[in-house]
């Protein structure tokens, strides 16, 4: 059964960088699946971020892509995601994901982020 | 960039009633690679179905995706009180992997 967790600091400033990271059990991510993040603003619809796929093909939505980073550690079987220069509007609950295509297979539970001086 | 568009965004039906959640592509959907998923409070979303119509181990038959190219059609077919939940469709054929803004389905 693969299980996805999401760990992480709760609360980032203003400006300064928020990093996840997604810890896989259960499946390998070096043998496949693409894995990414989504996040979710309090209220809010889904907004999909972007997604690794064989440990190093990125994808970005072009809305965050210039603040945007998904990398992936096959040692630890977990990948990250860092977003800089964060304002109140990257405020959201940060979703972990993955499955056999750029679909939500497989999800963590979800890690609210808050951005506040 | 394909821009998914879902209608409407609140639904309110009945348990036992037929749902009928609708999701427009701003270009066609290729191949339909085009997924649903359910998203209760506090939870995070779950797949239901994928390639339009393919429904996930665990989802109920009751469930049923249709549609090609820019029109896709999520039906279920008799409400139970566990479906009450918001819905969002996926397109999953270019990158950004975009999904729509999301269906409320409420008693």
Not at chain 1, 29 to 43: A, F, L, M, T, V
Not at chain 1, 58 to 75: F, G
Request: charged content about 15%.
């Amino acid at each position: 059964q693969v299980q996805l967790q999401e760990s992480g600091p709760g609360l980032v400033k203003p400006s300064e960088t928020l990093s996840l990271t997604c810890a896989v059990s259960g499946y390998s991510i070096s043998s496949g699946y693409y894995w990414g993040w989504i996040r979710q603003p309090p209220g809010k619809g889904l907004e999909w971020i972007g997604c690794i796929r064989h440990g190093d093909t990125t994808y970005y939505n072009p809305s965050l892509k210039s603040r945007v980073t998904i990398s992936a550690d096959t040692s630890k079987n977990q990948f990250s995601l860092k977003v800089s220069s964060v304002t109140a509007a990257d405020t959201a609950v940060y979703f972990c994901a993955g499955g056999f295509g750029p679909t939500g297979d497989y999800w963590g539970q979800g890690a609210l982020v808050t951005v506040s001086s | 960039e394909i821009v998914l568009t879902q209608s409407p965004g609140t639904l309110s039906l009945s348990p036992g009633e037929r749902a009928t959640l609708s999701c427009g592509a701003s270009q066609s959907v290729r191949s339909n690679y085009l997924a649903w998923y359910q998203q209760k409070p506090g939870q995070a979303p779950r797949l239901l179905m994928y390639g339009a119509s393919v429904r996930t181990t665990g989802t109920p038959d009751r469930f049923s995706g249709s549609g090609s190219g820019t029109d896709f059609t999520l039906t279920i077919s008799r409400l139970e009180p566990e479906d009450f939940a918001v819905y969002y469709c996926q397109q999953y054929v270019n990158s950004p992997f975009s999904f729509g803004q999301g269906t409320r389905l409420e008693i």
